[in-house]
Nanobody
Framework: QVQLAESGGGLVQTGDSLRVSCAAS????????MAWFRQAPGKDREFVAA????????YYTQSVEGRFSISRDDAKNTVYLQMMGLKPEDTSIYYC???????????????????WGQGTQVTVSS
């Protein structure tokens, strides 16, 4: 059973950069698809970015393309989300997720992710 723990959230200003991390235990992030989702108050949890297992294919939601970057450090068994040019609308709880069901695919619906972290709050002030 893979356990995921996010860290690195915080309060930043518009235009700032921030990196959030997702440390895994009980499994290897390099062998499963890993992703970031986010959920703002009163809204559904939405997909942000994904990186495939066994490779480095990535996929982003359009609203973060060019500003956010997902990466993986296999030695540390950790996945990162580097966020640049942050906007107030990026304010959300950011969740790390993993899918062992489809470990080489990046365009997966939320229900295909079978591992979830507890989330880390990112707040962007205007």
């Amino acid at each position: 059973q893979v356990q995921l723990a996010e860290s690195g959230g915080g309060l930043v200003q518009t235009g700032d950069s921030l990196r959030v991390s997702c440390a895994a235990s009980g499994g290897t992030v390099s062998t499963i698809t890993m992703a970031w989702f986010r959920q703002a108050p009163g809204k559904d949890r939405e997909f942000v970015a994904a990186i495939s297992g066994y490779g480095t294919s990535t996929y982003y939601t359009q609203s973060v393309e060019g500003r956010f970057s997902i990466s993986r450090d296999d030695a540390k068994n950790t996945v990162y989300l580097q966020m640049m040019g942050l906007k107030p609308e990026d304010t959300s709880i950011y969740y790390c997720a993993g899918s062992s069901l489809f470990p080489t695919m990046v365009r997966l619906p939320r229900d295909d992710y079978n591992y979830w972290g507890q989330g880390t709050q990112v707040t962007v002030s205007s």
